[in-house]
C-alpha cells in the first residue's frame, strides 16, 4: 500500500468528526489542483458529507470538461458552516488566495499535497513525493476502499496527466501508469481528456505564443533561455508559455516572468539539468519541485528579471566551478 495505515487512520479520524467540507486549492489553479479538488468533491458526497469547492479565481474553459465544475464557487461561501478544509496542491496556506477568510483555528485542516517544500501546516498532512495530487488522491480512495466512479475517475486522470506533461516527465512512475491504467478502466477516456486539454487552443493562445517568441532571451554561455510576458499580454490566452519553451534544446534552466500588475510578477521555472529550481525558488519567496517551480514578487518586471537572471547566472556558474 502506497499510503501508510497511519496517514489513512488519522484522515479517517478527523473525517469521522466532520460534517461540512470545503475544499480549497492554489490560486492560479491548473488542471491537478481542479480535477484534484472535483473528483474529492465528488468522492464526499458519495461519503455522505455537505462540500463545496472554492475557488477565488473564476475559472476558463480550459476546466469545462471536468465533471460537476459548474459547482465551484468564486465567491467565499460566507454562510456555509463548514467545520473542515481540506487544502489541495498547496506547498504553504499562503499560496491560496484569500485564505484570510478562512478562520483556521475554528476549523480542522487536512492539507493534502505532493511538494516537497510543503510545510506541513494542517492538522492532517498527507504529503508524499509523487507526481500530482491526482495519482495521491487516487491511492488515498483505494486505501479507504472508496469506489472510484467515471466521474471521479475523469477529475483523476485529467489531473495525472496533467501534471505528468501526459506522462512524458521525469515524475512518471510505473506507479503511475498503473494508476492511469486503472482509472481509464474505471471510465476515463484517455483519448477525450486528451483532445479537451490539447486539441482546444484559441486565436489567443497562438498570439501569446508568438508574443513570448519576440520576448525569448537566450544566454548560451550560462545556459539559461527565458520569455517575458508584459501585463494584460495574454490574459485571453490559457496556454503556458513555461510548456513551450521548456522544449528548446540546449539549455538547463528555462524561465517565464509574467507581469501581472505593475508591481507583480509571476515567475515560472523548469530544469532540464540535475540544477535545483525549487531550492532556488525558495531565496525569493517561491518553491515547488525540483524539476518546476514558481515565484510571485512585489517587483516590476525589469528589476524581478535582473534580480531572478543575476542570481541565477551567479548560482549556475557556482555549480560549475565546485
Known amino acids: 500500500m502506497l499510503i501508510s495505515p497511519d496517514y489513512l487512520a488519522d484522515i479517517q479520524d478527523h473525517l469521522s468528526r466532520a460534517k461540512k467540507i470545503l475544499i480549497v486549492t492554489h490560486e492560479f489553479p491548473d488542471i491537478d489542483a481542479i480535477g484534484s479538488s472535483l473528483a474529492l468533491y465528488h468522492q464526499l458526497l458519495k461519503q ?11 475559472l476558463n474553459h480550459i476546466f469545462s470538461f471536468l465533471p460537476a465544475v459548474h459547482n465551484v464557487v468564486n465567491d467565499y461561501p460566507r454562510d456555509y458552516e463548514y467545520d473542515t478544509v481540506f487544502v489541495l496542491d498547496a506547498s504553504h496556506f499562503s499560496r491560496v488566495r484569500h485564505n484570510h477568510k478562512i478562520p483556521v483555528d475554528e476549523k480542522t485542516i487536512i492539507n493534502i499535497d505532493h511538494h516537497s517544500d510543503n510545510s506541513h501546516f494542517g492538522d492532517a498532512n498527507l504529503v508524499l513525493d509523487i507526481s500530482s495530487v491526482g495519482e495521491l488522491l487516487y491511492h488515498l480512495f483505494k486505501g479507504m476502499y472508496w469506489d472510484i466512479t467515471k466521474e471521479i475517475a475523469t477529475c483523476l486522470y485529467a489531473a495525472i496527466s496533467f501534471d505528468t506533461g501526459r506522462f512524458a516527465y521525469s515524475n512518471t512512475t510505473a506507479i503511475t501508469l498503473a494508476a492511469a ?14 483532445q479537451e486539454m490539447d486539441e482546444n487552443k484559441k486565436k489567443a493562445d497562438f498570439d501569446l505564443m508568438k508574443l513570448g517568441f519576440e520576448n525569448c532571451i537566450t544566454l548560451d554561455e550560462h545556459g539559461i533561455a527565458y520569455m517575458k510576458i508584459p501585463s494584460q499580454r495574454g490574459t485571453d490566452s490559457t496556454i503556458k508559455l513555461i510548456d ?8 538547463k534552466v528555462v524561465l517565464v516572468f509574467q507581469e501581472v500588475d505593475k508591481k507583480k510578477v509571476k515567475v515560472n521555472l523548469r530544469s532540464k539539468s540535475t540544477f535545483d529550481v525549487s531550492a532556488f525558488a525558495q531565496r525569493f519567496g517561491g ?7 514558481g515565484i510571485f514578487m512585489e517587483e516590476t518586471i525589469v528589476d524581478a528579471e535582473k534580480m531572478i537572471i543575476d542570481a541565477l547566472k551567479e548560482e549556475l556558474e557556482s555549480k560549475r566551478e565546485s
Open 48 to 58: 455522505g458529507y455537505q462540500v463545496k469547492v472554492w475557488s477565488a479565481q473564476p
Open 181 to 194: 491504467s486503472d482509472l481509464v478502466t474505471l471510465g476515463a477516456s484517455s483519448y477525450k481528456i486528451f
Open 244 to 251: 513551450v519553451i521548456r522544449q528548446l534544446s540546449g539549455y
Open 287 to 293: 518553491g515547488g519541485h525540483i524539476m518546476a517551480s
